[in-house]
């Protein structure tokens, strides 16, 4: 019998003397949280972010059995009403983002809008219920009454968006930020389509994390949000702390 | 059984131990079972729908292992050939290698996107055929090592009779070759079907998670957790799956399986 222990404690320093931040982040905070690895590692040599990637409810589901995030951004403030710990600071809303509808770049199916999924032997990728984007889905077809023909649920969205852009699925519903992040999908924009709050949750508080959390909410990072296509926070004005998360659940 | 192979205290403690890995897990999971609505968990319209497609692949795949996986058997048993130690290694390939990628491959073999997707129009991407093949693919390389081994001590005696006899070969080996490697097929099957049952990687890779038709109870477990109204269930279905494979293991494996 052999036990693999994890190569460094939690919190601890990494073995080239660097301090160590878990950071749990929404999966579509993929190309995102790339960017704020990069910029803060480079003005902070000192520090090493590691990502922790998946559907916001599994990052949720993690922290309260025990795993030791230090800051959780979720895909949708409503999430965090789910942790069993509160943050030691009121979550501060980052940014916007919005469902879409994807198809593969050649739409093999010939999909021009939501009414189109209804159709005999359209196969749709979406998220899964009880993940942020799985249930803004729920909300958007009960809400237009659009039925799915035939649908493969999905752990998260970037594993939506790459169903799509193999062409294994005839379409998929994504945030419009992932749709940005590639040309082998097409964007079939939605009306009235469901908005999520990115929202970040701080829950140690060390000077180190109060330091990162600081800088995701700085203008720099409000900036590279911007870049990637998310829509700004209603909440967060220049130069003053965000209040209260908003509601504004998917 | 001498008092001489008898392992040393030592061993037997670490033995002790092991044991424990495998016990204390399952103890676990009854302890967070929702006991007083276990049967409604189990009578859910997505728990029978998952059940269904579980027993259909799981049968299918096993089906399928048996009739490739019984003449691999053979060939690699009883034959030399050029190559040989090659086709070995692909065969128990599916073994090692994570289901996610032998699930990346399928797709890439038989996805929408491939000849094989163009020519039948959809591929086998979350159809029930995909899930079978799926399962069927991680499966039977535990039917042909089974096979194989058991082939490898059968006596050769019978079937130089039955050829003496001037038994053609394909009458020498379905009546003579087939009957002798039936604990091993039997044996094989079994864990076959217990591997196919439990497949979750490759499954959900190539052949999606689609209700009724590649949903299997694994993958229903998965989607249950997703979501907090539905933890119980993942629970529920969990302990379903423990008690379906115990028994099957423990009343085939006394049945069929000779004991050494």
């Known amino acids: ?8 404690a939690v919190g601890c320093s990494t073995g080239d003397g660097r301090r ?13 949280m790339e960017l704020v690895e ?53 979550p501060v809303a980052l940014a916007t983002n919005e469902l879409t509808l994807t198809v593969p ?6 999909i021009a809008g939501p009414e189109d999924l209804g159709r005999e032997g359209v196969l749709t990728a979406r998220c899964a219920t009880g993940v942020p984007c799985g249930d803004a889905t729920d909300v958007y077809l009960a809400a237009n009454g659009f039925a799915v023909a035939r649908s493969t649920e999905e752990a998260n969205v970037r594993s939506v968006l790459a169903k799509v852009s193999t062409g294994e699925v005839d379409a998929g519903f994504v945030y419009r930020t992932d749709a940005a992040a590639t040309d082998t999908v097409l964007e079939i924009p939605l009306a009235d389509a469901p908005q999520v709050t990115v929202t970040m949750a701080q829950l140690d508080s060390s000077e180190a994390t109060t330091e990162l959390a600081r800088y ?24 003053i702390p965000a209040g209260d998360p908003p509601g504004d659940g998917g | 059984m001498t008092a001489l192979r008898r392992p040393p205290t030592v061993v037997l403690v670490v033995a002790g ?53 019984v003449p691999m ?39 929408r996107r491939t000849l094989f997707g163009e020519l039948t129009g959809i591929g086998l991407t979350s159809t029930m055929a995909g899930a079978i093949l799926a399962a069927a693919v991680v499966a039977t390389p535990f039917l042909v090592l089974t096979v194989e081994g058991t082939l490898r001590s059968t006596d050769p005696g019978y079937e130089q009779l039955a050829s003496t006899l001037g038994a053609p070969p394909l009458a020498r080996w379905w009546h003579i ?84």
């Open chain 2, 73 to 111: 058997a053979f060939a690699l048993a009883n034959m030399d050939f050029w190559g040989k130690p090659i086709v070995r290694t692909i065969i128990t390939v599916p073994l090692v290698l994570p289901p996610v990628v032998t699930g990346v491959a399928l797709t890439s073999a038989f996805g």
């Open chain 1, 38 to 90: 990069e910029g803060y590692e480079r003005d902070n040599p000192e520090v090493d972010l590691r990502m922790n990637l998946a559907g916001t409810n599994a990052l949720v589901r993690q922290v309260n059995s025990g795993a030791d995030a230090a800051i959780l951004v979720a895909a949708d403030a409503s999430f965090l009403e789910d942790l069993v710990e509160e943050p030691i600071v009121t």
């Open chain 2, 177 to 260: 070759s087939l009957p002798l490697a039936r604990p091993g097929v039997l044996a094989g099957a079994i864990l076959a079907w217990a591997r196919a049952l439990g497949e979750f990687g490759a499954t959900i890779t190539f052949a999606g998670n689609t209700e009724g038709s590649t949903q299997t109870l694994p993958l229903e477990i998965a989607l249950a957790l997703e979501n907090p109204d539905t933890q119980d269930r993942a629970v529920a279905v969990s302990i379903l799956m423990l008690i379906v494979s115990l028994t099957v293991l423990i009343t085939l494996r006394d049945r069929w399986i000779p004991r050494r």
């Open chain 1, 105 to 110: 770049a050649d739409n093999p199916a010939g």
């Open chain 2, 17 to 69: 131990l092991g044991v424990l890995l495998f016990l204390i897990p399952v103890l676990a999971l009854l302890g967070d079972a929702p006991w007083s609505t276990l049967f409604t968990q189990f009578a859910a319209p997505e728990t029978v729908a998952a059940g269904r497609v579980s027993v259909i692949v799981s049968l299918a795949a096993t089906a399928l292992a048996v009739v490739l996986g």
């Open chain 1, 216 to 239: 995701l909410g700085s203008d720099e990072v409000a900036d590279l949000f911007a870049r990637l296509g998310f829509g700004p926070a209603e909440s967060r004005q220049p130069g």
């Open chain 1, 20 to 32: 160590t931040i878990d950071v749990y982040a929404a999966s579509s905070l993929a190309d995102m």
């Open chain 1, 1 to 8: 019998m052999s036990i693999v222990m994890p190569a460094t």
